[in-house]
Structures are given as structure tokens and as C-alpha cells.
């Protein structure tokens, strides 16, 4: 096991409401990154947060924002949930922002 | 055209069978490349790091052509256990560690 954990595993929501997610990094990684997996696909790159800052973005609108802790914990907020948010969110960690990535188990969302 | 191309499958082969991934990347500025293995509904694992003289571990072996911008994977004597998708990845130059997944090739292997 990668040591990454998230919660929860599964959540179903509606559209237009507000989701917060949650990522632990594995023990002494200062590095988390999130992804979206649409079924069918590779994981789409969303954001990378170090040291409680955001270092880079991919194609994704504003509503989708994120935290990082002192703890390096994150959390990834979507507001104005759509139905295309319907996906598995991937949290990765990782030793620095270019270090290899560990995946968690990801957090299944299904916007109705 | 997407950044990371892979061939979707699925490919159908009998235990014991080698069996060959492709993968072409668009961006020649890509630094770091990956073979990652995921499983049915779970997160993706690291199977590989791959490097420009390739590598290998254990039926696993993996090359990378940076002139060409292609990338493989090979495993030989395949096992039911290697059924999965397989997702070659690239890493971008920079400092932000963004990786780029191909679609997935999926492996099914047969007894």
C-alpha cells in the first residue's frame, strides 16, 4: 500500500451542490496532485499543491479549488457540481513536485 | 490529437504469451516517463519508471525512443495477475509535476 488514503470513497450528489474532498499524503511527502478519471479514460491532471501553496494547473474552470495543510494534507473543492463531474477523483503523493507520484484510492463521485 | 496516444485494446492473449504495448507522446520537452498498472476500480500503481537505455523487471522491460517519441512495454509469459489496464504516462519538464496518462491499454489474459 502507497500509504495515501482519501475520503470518502463514495459520494452521490446533485447537481449544483458543492463537494469537498480529502487527501493524506503519505508519510514525508510534501507533495499532493489531483486528478480526475472519467470512466473509459487516463487520469486528467487538475492540480498540484506544495508546501500549502498551488504549483501548477491543468484545463480545469475555477470552481474547481484546492488546500493544502501543514500537515500536507489537501482538500479538492468543485462548486456548481455538473453532471460531467461524475468521475473518480485521484489524489497522488509524492516526495517533491517532480519525485515519483503514489496514488490513493480515489473518491468516486456521482453527480445526479 | 491527445498529448499521450495509446491503443485501447483489449488485448485477448493465452497465458504464457508475450504480449506488446505501444505508446506515442506529442511533446518533445516531456522529461520523465512511466508505465503505471491499474486494476478494475482501483487507484494506478507504479509498475515502471522507464529510461532512455530501457529497462527491465523481471518479465517486464521497458524502452523508450526520445528521436521517435515512443514509448513500450513488453511482458513476456504472461500471468491471469497481469490483467489490468496498463497506462503509459510522460512527466513534463518544469517544475510542476504534472503527469499526462495515456487512455489505457487493456490486457486480458486468458488460461
Known amino acids: 500500500e502507497t500509504g495515501v488514503t482519501q475520503s470518502p470513497t463514495h459520494l452521490i450528489k446533485t447537481r449544483g451542490q458543492q463537494v469537498t474532498l480529502r487527501c493524506s499524503s503519505q508519510s514525508g511527502h510534501n507533495t499532493v496532485s489531483w486528478y480526475q478519471q472519467a470512466l473509459g479514460q487516463g487520469p486528467q491532471f487538475i492540480f498540484q499543491?506544495?508546501?500549502?501553496?498551488?504549483?501548477g494547473r491543468g484545463n480545469f474552470p475555477p470552481r474547481f479549488s484546492g488546500l493544502q495543510f501543514p500537515n500536507y494534507s489537501s482538500e479538492l473543492n468543485v462548486n456548481a457540481l455538473e453532471l460531467d463531474d461524475s468521475a473518480l477523483y485521484l489524489c497522488?503523493?509524492?516526495?517533491?513536485?517532480?519525485?515519483?507520484?503514489?496514488f490513493g484510492p480515489g473518491t468516486r463521485l456521482l453527480v445526479l | 490529437r491527445k498529448e499521450v496516444e495509446q491503443d485501447p485494446g483489449p488485448f485477448n492473449v493465452p497465458e504464457g504469451a508475450t504480449v506488446a504495448f505501444n505508446c506515442t507522446y506529442s511533446?518533445?520537452?516531456?522529461?520523465?516517463f512511466f508505465w503505471y498498472r491499474q486494476d478494475c476500480r482501483k487507484e494506478p500503481k507504479l509498475l515502471m519508471s522507464v529510461y532512455s537505455s530501457g529497462n527491465e523487471d523481471g518479465r517486464f522491460t521497458a524502452q523508450l525512443n526520445r528521436a521517435s517519441q515512443y514509448i513500450s512495454l513488453l511482458i513476456r509469459d504472461s500471468k491471469l495477475s497481469d490483467s489490468a489496464t496498463y497506462l503509459c504516462v510522460v512527466g513534463r519538464s518544469g517544475n510542476t509535476g504534472k503527469l499526462i496518462f495515456g487512455q489505457g491499454t487493456t490486457l486480458q489474459v486468458k488460461p
Open positions: 499543491y506544495y508546501r500549502e501553496e498551488e504549483n
Open positions: 497522488a503523493s509524492s516526495l517533491f513536485t517532480q519525485e515519483t507520484q503514489y
Open positions: 511533446n518533445s520537452a516531456s522529461q520523465s
